[in-house]
C-alpha cells in the first residue's frame, strides 16, 4: 500500500497492490474494472427486490411508485414494517456505502470507536474534498498529496483494515465515480455527501447522509428514514437548442424553493424524459438536494442501458432490462404532489445570488441584475463539479468554445474546467476538448470537488470586493465558493458559463445576442452539441483504486495524538436522567443558516478529522439577531464579546450547557455532521428553531444534541439573546409528545414554549444513552 507521506514509514505493508479480478483485455480496455464491482452483494438483488415489493404491494393494494418500489423493496422487515408516506420509519437494509474523504474521517473514526473488525457491506472512500484549485491540475494534486498526506494515509489504511475500497486523490468526484462504477437501476446506495442523490440518475435510490448513519450501514444495523412522501415531476416534450438537462431542476428549485422538497423523493417520469442523457439525468437529481429532497430517481430506458454498457456493465444492463417492470412506477400511482414541465417550452435558465432557488431565464438576467445593482462583469466562469462534469457536458462546452475560437475570440473572463473523474479527464484529453477548453482560456483543475466547495485560493478579487461569477456547480450560499461574502456566484449550465465567460457580462444571451469577432464582424453562437458518450469508448487514465486485502485483521491504523489534523473519539456523557436546566442561549440565528455556516468548509476542511480543532469553527458565518454582526456575540458571564466558538467553549469549563435558536429550514445544504458534531462538543444540548433540513435533524439526534421546533413558530421572537430556558419533559419524552421551555428572561419574567420533535422510539435511545454510537456500542 503506497504511503502519501515521503519518508514515512509504513505503517501497513499490504505488498499487492491493487488486486483485480482477471477479466478479458477487450474488456479492461473498454473501463478501468474495480474488483469491487463484483464484490459479493455488490448487485442488487432482483429476486429479493421484487419478493419485498410483492408483499408490499399486497398489503398496500395500491399501484406503487418507483421510488417506493425500490425503497420499500429494501425493508428489513416488509412484512410487519409500518408504511404511511412522511409519518413512519422505515428500517432499511441498503446496498452500499460510499464517503467522500472529508466526512469519511469522523465516519471512520467512528466506526474505529465501535469496536467492529469489518465492515458488513461494500463501501468506499472517495480523495476528493481535500484538493485546492490554486495554478492546475497537475501542480494541485502534488500538492494536495503533500499536505494531505496524513489523512490519506489513515484512510488508506483504515480503509485496507476494515474491509473499505479507497480511491486516491485524483481519481475524481465522489458521484462520478459512483455513477461510473457503483449505481444501477434498482440499488439503495447511501453515502456521506449530500449531493450523492447524482445516482438517481441511473434509476438508483442514493440517498446522503451524515457519518453516524454510515457508521450504521457499515456495522449491519438497519438503517432509518423516515417514510418519504413522493413528489412526482412530470416531462413532456423534449430539450433542444440552448436548453439543458441543468435548467429542469433550476427551474424545478424555483418552484419548490429550498424547503420544498424536505421529506420527500423526487420523481420524474413522463414522454419528455427520453430526451435527456443518463448523464442529464444524474445532473438533475444532484440538485435536488438544493430543495431539499431525501433523493431524486428517473425510470429505467433505454439511456441508462447504453451509459451501463458503455461502462463496462453489460451483465446489470441485462438484469436491468429482464426486472425492467420493477425500475418504473406503476400505472395510476399517486403523488404527494405533481409538477408538469414541457421541456419545448422551457428555456435556459440562471439561478442566484446567493441562493440556488433565486430563478431567472437567462434572457432576463441582465436587466435583473442592473435594477438590483448585481455586477453585470463577469469575472470568472467555472465548469465541471459533481453537477455538471460529464463527456457531455465538456462536448457542449467545447462546441461553444470552438465557434469563439474559430472568429479569433479568447474568453473575456478568466474560465476554469473541472472533470469529473479520471476517465472524464482521460476522455476528453484523448478526444481534444481539453485543448480547445485550453486554448480558450480555460485552466483545467484537478478531478476533484475544487472552487465548488471552497477550496480555491482565489486571488483576482480582495475579500469584501463586490464581483459576479458563473458557475456550473449546485450551491451559491454567501462566501461557499470563495470565502468572499460580497462574491456573487449564479449557478447554470457549462454551455451558458462558457458563453458568458466569453462575453464577459451576464446581460448576455446566446440565444439572440451577438458577439464581435477579431475581425469586427457580428456573428451569433449555434446552440451547443455534444456527444451523449465517447464514440471511442471511455479512456479509463491511471488506475487510481485500492482495493482491500481479503484480511485486515492483523493491519494497524495510526493516529498520533500529537496530530492537529486527526483524533481520535471520546463517547459523549449519557443523559442525567433529568430535564435540562437553566440552559443560556449561546446565540439567536437570524436568517438563512446552512450547514456552511455553522461548520464552513475551505480551509478548515483541513481539520474535519479532529472535532477539538474543527470545532472553532462552529456557527462564525450565523449572523447574530442581537447585532446582526457575524462571529460576534456577548459572553454573558464576562460581558465581553467574542467570537461563537470562544463564547461556547468558555461556558463550557464554566459548566454552563447552552442551546442554539435558529430560522427556518436550519442546516440546509451539506451533510456534514460535523455541524452536529461540534456543538455537541462544545456543550451544546438542544438546537430550538422554526423548522430543520432533514440530514441536519437526523445528524443532531445521532450525537445526543436535541432537534426541537417551535410548535408556533412565531415564538422564535420572543426569544431574547440573554434568555435562560429550561428543556422539561424528558423524564416522560416519548414520540409525538411534545416538550416544553421555560424561557426566563433578563428582567425576571417567564413564559412556557411548546416545542415539538421528530424522535421515534431508537432516537429516544439515542439521546438517552449520549449519541447512537454509544447505544450501538451498549447493544454489542
Known amino acids: ?78 412484512h410487519r414494517q409500518e408504511i404511511e408516506r412522511g409519518r413512519t420509519y422505515l428500517r432499511l437494509r441498503p446496498d452500499r456505502v460510499a464517503m467522500q474523504d472529508a466526512t469519511a474521517q469522523m ?55 476494515y474491509g473499505v475500497g479507497f480511491w486516491k486523490p485524483g481519481s475524481g468526484i465522489i458521484h462520478q465515480i459512483i455513477l461510473e462504477n457503483y449505481a444501477y437501476p434498482g440499488v439503495m446506495l447511501i453515502g456521506t455527501d449530500s449531493h450523492t442523490p447524482n445516482g438517481g440518475g441511473l434509476g438508483s435510490i442514493c440517498i446522503g447522509v451524515g457519518g453516524a448513519d454510515a457508521v450504521d450501514v457499515m456495522a449491519g444495523i438497519a438503517w432509518e428514514l423516515k417514510c418519504p412522501k413522493v413528489i412526482g415531476v412530470k416531462l413532456t416534450g423534449a430539450l433542444s437548442g440552448w436548453t439543458s438537462p441543468k435548467d429542469v431542476i433550476l427551474k424545478v428549485a424555483g418552484i419548490l424553493t429550498v424547503k420544498g422538497g424536505t421529506g420527500a423523493i423526487v420523481e420524474y417520469h413522463g414522454p419528455g424524459v427520453d430526451s435527456i442523457s443518463c448523464t442529464g439525468m444524474a445532473t438533475i437529481c444532484n440538485m435536488g438536494a438544493e430543495i431539499g429532497a431525501t433523493t431524486s430517481v428517473f425510470p429505467y430506458n433505454h439511456r441508462m442501458k447504453t451509459y451501463l454498457e458503455k461502462t463496462g456493465r453489460e451483465q446489470i444492463a441485462a438484469q436491468a432490462d429482464e426486472f425492467s417492470h420493477l425500475l418504473v412506477p406503476d400505472d395510476g400511482c399517486e403523488y404527494d404532489q405533481l ?12 439561478n442566484g ?102 477550496q480555491w485560493d482565489r486571488q483576482d478579487v480582495k475579500k469584501g470586493e463586490k464581483n459576479t461569477i458563473v458557475t456550473s456547480f449546485n450551491r451559491n450560499f454567501t462566501a461557499r465558493n ?47 452539441y455534444g456527444d451523449e458518450l465517447p464514440a471511442k469508448d471511455f479512456d479509463p487514465g491511471q488506475d487510481t483504486y485500492q482495493h482491500p486485502p481479503p484480511d485486515g485483521s492483523s493491519l494497524r491504523v495510526h493516529v498520533s495524538p500529537e496530530s492537529d489534523r486527526l483524533q481520535l473519539l471520546e463517547p459523549f456523557d449519557k443523559w442525567s436522567g433529568g430535564d435540562l436546566e437553566d440552559l443560556k442561549v449561546l446565540i439567536k440565528v437570524k436568517g438563512k443558516c446552512t450547514t456552511d455556516h455553522i461548520s464552513a468548509a475551505g480551509p478548515w476542511l483541513k481539520f474535519r478529522g479532529h472535532l477539538d480543532n474543527i470545532s472553532n469553527n462552529m456557527l462564525i458565518g450565523a449572523v447574530n439577531s442581537e447585532n446582526d454582526g457575524i462571529n460576534k ?71 445526543g444534541v436535541l432537534p426541537l421546533t417551535f410548535s408556533d413558530p412565531s415564538d422564535y421572537d420572543r426569544i431574547r439573546p440573554d434568555d435562560h430556558i429550561s428543556i422539561r419533559g424528558l423524564k416522560t419524552f416519548a414520540p409525538g409528545k411534545p416538550l416544553t421551555a421555560a424561557v426566563k428572561h433578563s428582567d425576571g419574567s417567564e413564559e412556557t414554549v411548546k416545542l415539538n420533535h421528530s424522535f421515534n422510539q431508537t432516537q429516544i435511545e439515542w439521546f438517552q444513552a449520549g449519541s447512537a454510537l454509544n447505544r450501538m456500542k451498549a447493544l454489542q
Open 1 to 78: 500500500m503506497l504511503s502519501f507521506c515521503v519518508g514515512q514509514e509504513h505503517l501497513l505493508a499490504l505488498g499487492h497492490g491493487a488486486r483485480r479480478l482477471h477479466v478479458s483485455a477487450a474488456y479492461r480496455a473498454k473501463a478501468r474494472v474495480s474488483m469491487s464491482r463484483f464484490e459479493p452483494g455488490s448487485f442488487v438483488n432482483y429476486e429479493r427486490l421484487q419478493s419485498n415489493v410483492d408483499v408490499v404491494r399486497q398489503r398496500l393494494n395500491r399501484p406503487l411508485t418507483l421510488s417506493e418500489k425500490i425503497v420499500y423493496g429494501h425493508l428489513d422487515d416488509p
Open 107 to 161: 465516519a471512520m473514526l467512528q466506526f474505529i470507536s465501535s469496536g467492529l473488525p469489518k465492515v458488513a457491506v461494500p463501501s468506499t472512500i472517495h480523495c476528493d474534498h481535500l484538493i485546492e484549485a490554486q495554478t492546475g491540475g497537475v501542480q494541485d494534486l502534488a500538492k494536495a498529496k503533500e499536505v494531505n498526506c496524513e489523512v490519506y494515509d489513515f484512510l488508506s489504511s483504515a480503509g485496507a483494515k
Open 339 to 350: 409538477i408538469e414541465l414541457n421541456l419545448d417550452e422551457l428555456k435556459p435558465h440562471i
Open 353 to 454: 445570488p446567493f441562493t440556488p432557488d433565486l430563478a431567472h431565464p437567462v434572457s432576463e438576467i441582465g436587466a435583473v441584475a442592473e435594477k438590483n445593482g448585481w455586477p453585470l462583469e463577469v469575472k470568472v466562469g467555472l465548469i465541471g463539479s459533481c453537477t455538471n462534469s460529464s463527456y457531455e457536458d465538456m462536448g457542449r462546452a467545447a462546441s461553444v468554445a470552438k465557434q469563439a475560437l474559430d472568429k479569433g475570440l479568447t474568453c473575456k473572463a478568466q474560465f476554469t474546467v473541472t472533470p469529473g473523474s479520471e476517465q472524464i479527464r482521460a476522455t476528453i484529453e484523448r478526444d481534444g476538448y481539453s485543448k480547445i477548453l485550453g486554448d480558450v482560456g480555460g485552466v483545467v483543475l484537478a478531478n476533484a470537488c475544487g472552487p465548488c466547495i471552497g
Open 482 to 528: 470563495d470565502a468572499n461574502p460580497a462574491t456573487h456566484a449564479f449557478v447554470t449550465s457549462p454551455e451558458i458559463v462558457t458563453a458568458m465567460a466569453i462575453a464577459g457580462t451576464l446581460n448576455f444571451n446566446p440565444e439572440t445576442d451577438y458577439l464581435t469577432a477579431a475581425n469586427g464582424e457580428k456573428f451569433q453562437l449555434d446552440a451547443p
Open 633 to 703: 456575540l456577548k459572553n454573558y458571564l464576562t460581558g465581553e464579546y467574542g467570537g461563537v466558538p470562544d463564547v461556547a467553549r468558555h461556558y463550557k469549563a464554566n459548566g454552563v450547557s447552552w442551546v442554539v435558536v435558529g430560522d427556518d429550514n436550519y442546516g440546509e445544504g451539506s451533510s456534514r455532521e460535523h455541524a452536529a458534531l461540534e456543538p455537541r462538543h462544545l456543550g451544546g444540548r438542544a438546537i430550538i428553531v422554526k423548522s430543520f433540513a432533514r440530514i441536519h435533524e437526523t445528524n443532531l439526534k445521532k450525537q
